[in-house]
């Protein structure tokens, strides 16, 4: 460039940063949370069944309930979206 700035490829930035502790975090905390989230998907699978013996349910109901978890992480991850864009970007 003429102005004498250096410009980086995202790959070369990466490797001249490093893989740290910072990112070992990172990557711990990703992963936890992933695990969380394949935790909720398994356990709704075996809830499901036996609300519907306990509570007498349809097919039908058992499926809606469980639809209503996605509705709920669907409005969720939509209202949470905004919030970090209101308040996250300065």
């Known amino acids: 460039m003429e102005d004498g700035n250096r410009s ?3 790959d070369e930035a990466l490797v001249e940063m ?3 502790k910072f990112q ?3 990557l711990a905390y ?3 949370g992933m695990v969380a989230e394949a935790m909720k998907m398994m356990l709704l699978s075996f809830v499901g069944p036996a609300v519907q013996s306990l ?3 349809s097919s039908r109901e058992e499926s809606l309930i469980t639809s209503v978890v996605f509705a709920g992480m669907l409005i969720g991850a939509y209202s949470w979206g905004i919030v970090a864009d209101k308040h996250g970007r300065r």
Do not use: I, P, R, S
Request: charged residues 0%.
């Open 8 to 10: 980086f490829t995202v």
């Open 18 to 20: 490093g893989f740290g």
């Open 24 to 26: 070992l975090c990172v």
């Open 30 to 32: 990703a992963g936890m």
């Open 55 to 57: 509570w007498n349910l």
